[in-house]
């Protein structure tokens, strides 16, 4: 081995490294955090500004009590500056069924939620600034048991309450965050 090669091995993994350093270091400022400083201050206000308008149905009132803590858990009312409208969609598949009683035994509960958020003041023809759908699904297990089944059905509908309240969150989040 040449004194060449020598040399060559003893400084290529510190080359390597001073050069990953280098690139990480240039590419550290391109990235921002959400909620980091002053604008993630802004942020937060921004999300705590949102009406969420009511929504019907069982899986409706689930799902605005979770936006509203999620969006606003500190339970001050700042007046609002958007106007969150959600349309739900629940729909239940049972995927297994036992060949030799014929019933199902396991269950899963589809949900959609296609959401617009609007400025305040709102008239009619407005365009919304945000429009999207967030999916969620929540299998369950069924029994012979009928009020054991009516309960996992509730839970997998919780569930996909708050999966949905995160996803529309984050979602929120980051359209409000983009700069205008």
Same mark, same amino acid.
């Given at each position: 081995?040449?004194?060449?090669?020598?040399?060559?091995?003893?400084?290529?993994?510190?080359?390597?490294?001073?050069?990953?350093?280098?690139?990480?270091?240039?590419?550290?400022?391109?990235?921002?955090?959400?909620?980091?400083?002053? =604008? +993630?201050?802004? %942020? /937060?206000?921004?999300?705590?500004?949102?009406?969420?308008? #009511?929504?019907? &149905?069982?899986?409706?009132?689930?799902?605005?009590?979770?936006?509203?803590?999620?969006?606003?858990?500190?339970?001050?009312?700042?007046?609002?500056?958007?106007?969150?409208?959600?349309?739900?969609?629940?729909?239940?598949?049972?995927?297994?069924?036992?060949?030799?009683?014929?019933?199902?035994? =396991? +269950?899963?509960? %589809? /949900?959609?939620?296609?959401?617009?958020?609007?400025?305040? #003041?709102?008239? &009619?023809?407005?365009?919304?600034?945000?429009?999207?759908?967030?999916?969620?699904?929540?299998?369950?297990?069924?029994?012979?048991?009928?009020?054991?089944?009516?309960?996992?059905?509730?839970?997998?509908?919780?569930?996909?309450?708050?999966?949905?309240?995160?996803?529309?969150?984050?979602?929120? =989040?980051?359209?409000?965050?983009?700069?205008?």
């Amino acid at each position: 081995m040449s004194s060449y090669d020598r040399l060559r091995a003893r400084f290529t993994l510190p080359l390597r490294i001073a050069v990953v350093c280098a690139v990480a270091g240039f590419l550290g400022g391109c990235f921002q955090p959400m909620y980091g400083g002053v =604008a +993630g201050g802004q %942020l /937060v206000e921004e999300l705590q500004a949102i009406k969420v308008e #009511p929504i019907p &149905e069982r899986l409706g009132h689930y799902l605005a009590n979770e936006l509203i803590f999620n969006l606003n858990g500190t339970g001050s009312s700042p007046p609002p500056k958007y106007r969150l409208v959600i349309t739900a969609r629940e729909r239940v598949n049972s995927p297994l069924v036992d060949t030799v009683t014929a019933r199902a035994t =396991a +269950g899963t509960v %589809l /949900v959609d939620a296609e959401y617009k958020l609007y400025r305040l #003041p709102f008239t &009619e023809g407005d365009k919304p600034i945000v429009e999207d759908v967030a999916v969620s699904a929540v299998s369950y297990d069924r029994t012979s048991q009928r009020y054991a089944n009516l309960r996992a059905a509730r839970a997998a509908e919780i569930q996909n309450a708050k999966v949905l309240a995160d996803q529309i969150r984050t979602r929120l =989040a980051l359209s409000l965050a983009k700069p205008s």
